[in-house]
Every structure is written in C-alpha cells, then in structure tokens.
Nanobody, 125 residues
Framework: QMQPVASGGGSAQAGGSLRLSCEGS????????WGWFRQAPGKERDQVATINKDGATHYADSVQGRFTISKDDARKSVFLQMTNLDPEDTAMYYCAEDFADQSGSCTALAEDGTWGAGTQVTVSS
C-alpha cells in the first residue's frame, strides 16, 4: 500500500492492555522516524510516541511508563504496546513514517510524516 495502515485497536477496560500494529507503506526507503499519534473527538491530534532509525524513543508525558513503541525494520512495521490503559487514552490512533528527517529527533514527524487510516481505541472505566 501507499500509506501506513494501523490495526489492533479495540475496546478495553481501564487497567487493561492493547497492542497496536502498523504496516508501513510499500516503499523500501529506510525510515528515519516512526511515530504514533492519537486524536479524540473535539481535540487536536497529539503525539504519543516516536522511535528513530537508531531505536531512540520519546514518549508523551501522559503515556510514559505505560506505552512502549518498537519497530521491526525488516517487516517495515512499528508497534505500540499499551498497558495500564486509562479512559483518557480513548482516541483514534494513527501511525506515521518519515523518510527524510535525519536529525534523529523526529520533531517534524507530525507535519512531514506519511499518514494513513487510524485504528480506534476505546477504554472504559
């Protein structure tokens, strides 16, 4: 496909876990950055986690210690392990990939990344 595709969303109770997967686009160029973003109704899209080419990760304060981002370069895939879920985590989750940012910071991913359809995560109390 031409865009990354997120999957693995669903419903969970507070304190539960979900694992999201993202199949990258068909392009074989190296990914400098992968990232997960989420957007709840009426809110802006927020960055959840990023991982760069070397495996360095960054997390939003709200998910630090609960979510883990990882990648598999051979399979052109990125994952988000979500634990201790909270109703505030309810959102549509999107993954993005970047082929050009060589800084290693992944700060431009939100604006310059390649995006696809998201997967819904719903966490109930």
């Amino acid at each position: 496909q031409m865009q990354p595709v997120a999957s693995g969303g669903g419903s969970a109770q507070a304190g539960g876990s979900l694992r999201l997967s993202c199949e990258g686009s068909e392009f074989t160029l190296p990914r400098f950055c992968w990232g997960w973003f989420r957007q709840a109704p009426g809110k802006e899209r927020d960055q959840v986690a990023t991982i760069n080419k070397d495996g360095a990760t960054h997390y939003a304060d709200s998910v630090q210690g609960r979510f883990t981002i990882s990648k598999d370069d051979a399979r052109k895939s990125v994952f988000l392990q979500m634990t201790n879920l909270d109703p505030e985590d309810t959102a549509m989750y999107y993954c993005a990939e970047d082929f050009a940012d060589q800084s290693g910071s992944c700060t431009a991913l939100a604006e310059d990344g390649t995006w696809g359809a998201g997967t819904q995560v719903t966490v109930s109390s």
